[in-house]
């Protein structure tokens, strides 16, 4: 199994930027899917952004095209996620989650929580008006 180290996280003012890391230890992160979800006080755990292994394929959840950007770089076993334009609402813990899957599609990703087999501990993002 795959462990996962989020990093990144911190204060921000509204319209600021902040970059998310996720490094993936144990296995090879080329096997693997990955995905951001994050989560705010009282409120359930939210899909953020998803990428296929060969970083080709990714979506995001509506409330954050244009702004974030996910990306990987498997030589570093290491998934980014650039955020732009952040908003109070961006306010939440991020956690890197990641899916083996090694015996399917290049380009297939998942926006489910309960696809994923491994998460981080969560990096917290805090946006400022």
């Known amino acids: 199994q795959v462990q996962l180290v989020e990093s990144g996280g911190g204060l921000v003012q509204a319209g600021g930027s902040l970059r998310l890391s996720c490094a993936a230890s144990?296995?090879?992160?080329?096997?693997?899917?990955m995905g951001w979800f994050r989560q705010a006080p009282g409120k359930e755990r939210e899909f953020v952004a998803a990428?296929?292994?060969?970083?080709?394929?990714?979506d995001y959840v509506d409330s954050v095209k244009g702004r974030f950007a996910i990306s990987r770089d498997n030589a570093k076993n290491t998934v980014y996620l650039q955020m732009n334009s952040l908003k109070p609402e961006d306010t939440a813990t991020y956690y890197c989650a990641a899916k083996f899957s090694l015996f399917y599609s290049l380009s297939a990703y998942y926006k489910g929580s309960r696809d994923y087999d491994s998460w981080g501990q969560g990096t917290q993002v805090t946006v400022s008006s």
């Open positions: 990428i296929s292994r060969s970083g080709g394929d990714t």
């Open positions: 144990g296995r090879s992160a080329k096997s693997y899917s």
